[in-house]
């Protein structure tokens, strides 16, 4: 009996320019992704005309209409929303052995080609995490970006955090300003699956046979420039990575603030945002230096652009209208 190398898809709630929606598709068509779901958070019509023909994508505009149709009204945030969505591609993805959700500034990355990673997975998983790389940004045009990687060790981790960011380890979970959960395959045709963004339920088991793809990465273009972060801030405060209900790395009981607390708290001080980002978020000589003496850096040349011209090479990038927020 011949084994057939397992399929595998993406699906994504997105709201960007459709030059980086495109680069999204671009990348993981290109890594072997077998169909691609696309959830516009926003109408983009120039994204939508290139999206819309090809065989292994399907795009859907959860406007008004969608909603209510489906939910019945439009949930006001969208973790809702992208939860929704990938119950939505999850309940539908029957061309695909495995679905995973991830966001438009996360791409996949593996080591080792990732139906053989799957392949190798047994039959009682039926969840694979990939945990992220977290970008920075560079001080120069270089042609590759720097990513500080996941640190595996729990009981060193700590230590880890101190030595490389002395100003701000007490608030920093894994030296990461984003999430350090990852994103998750979920093998699919699975019945009674309660899908989250980092977690899924299956008749009370938590993450069902839960497997670490640890020769994979989820790189995330989480931060780019100091334009990049500030232009994203005060959305990613209210809203998103950085919002209050979020937990703190160290316990608010034992001295510890939340990333919402801390960078309130920064943004009253002169300079006091962009310490914090010179100092965690761009790839200095110091902090990758340091990052490299742990076994911590990683440098990828991710060469979206040409992706995307081999693609969608009818897409013309300056005649793109901006996303509204």
Not at 38 to 63: F, M, S, W
Not at 93 to 108: C, G, P, Q, R, S
Not at 212 to 235: C, N, P, V
Request: hydrophobic letters at 40%.
């Amino acid at each position: 009996m011949t084994n057939v190398a397992p399929t595998w898809g993406v699906v994504a709630t997105i709201k960007a320019p459709a030059v980086d929606i495109l680069n999204f598709v671009a990348h993981h068509l290109e890594l072997g992704a077998a169909h691609i779901w696309i959830y516009l958070d926003a109408a983009n019509p120039e994204a939508k005309a290139q999206l819309k023909p090809h065989p292994q994508l399907t795009v859907v505009r959860t406007g008004d209409n969608y909603w209510l149709k489906t939910r019945g009204k439009k949930p006001p945030m969208h973790q809702p929303r992208q939860s929704f969505n990938v119950r939505h591609a999850y309940n539908r993805a029957k061309k695909v052995d495995w679905l995973l959700h991830i966001d438009v500034d996360e791409f996949l990355w593996p080591y080792q080609p990732i139906t053989q990673q799957l392949a190798a997975l047994p039959e009682s998983c039926l969840v694979a995490r990939v945990r992220p790389a977290e970008a920075m940004a560079s001080l120069d045009d270089e042609q590759v970006t720097h990513f500080k990687t996941f640190i595996a060790d729990k009981t060193k981790r700590d230590q880890i955090v101190r030595e490389i960011y002395p100003n701000f380890a007490p608030y920093l979970k894994n030296g990461f300003v984003s999430h350090v959960a990852g994103k998750m395959f979920l093998r699919t045709g699975q019945k009674d699956m309660t899908i989250k963004i980092h977690n899924v339920v299956q008749n009370g088991r938590h993450n069902p046979g839960q497997v670490e793809l640890t020769d994979a990465a989820l790189l995330h273009l989480h931060t780019t420039s100091w334009e990049h972060w500030s232009q994203s801030f005060a959305y990613r405060h209210q809203k998103g990575s950085y919002r209050d209900e979020l937990g703190s790395a160290t316990p608010e009981n034992q001295g510890g603030l939340n990333l919402h607390k801390l960078f309130a708290h920064l943004a009253n001080e002169p300079d006091g945002l962009r310490q914090f980002y010179e100092e965690v978020c761009v790839a200095s000589p110091d902090l990758t230096d340091k990052l490299k003496a742990h076994g911590l850096l990683r440098s990828h040349a991710l060469e979206l652009e040409q992706k995307r011209r081999k693609h969608f090479p009818d897409f013309d990038v300056r005649a793109t209208t901006r996303i509204k927020s």
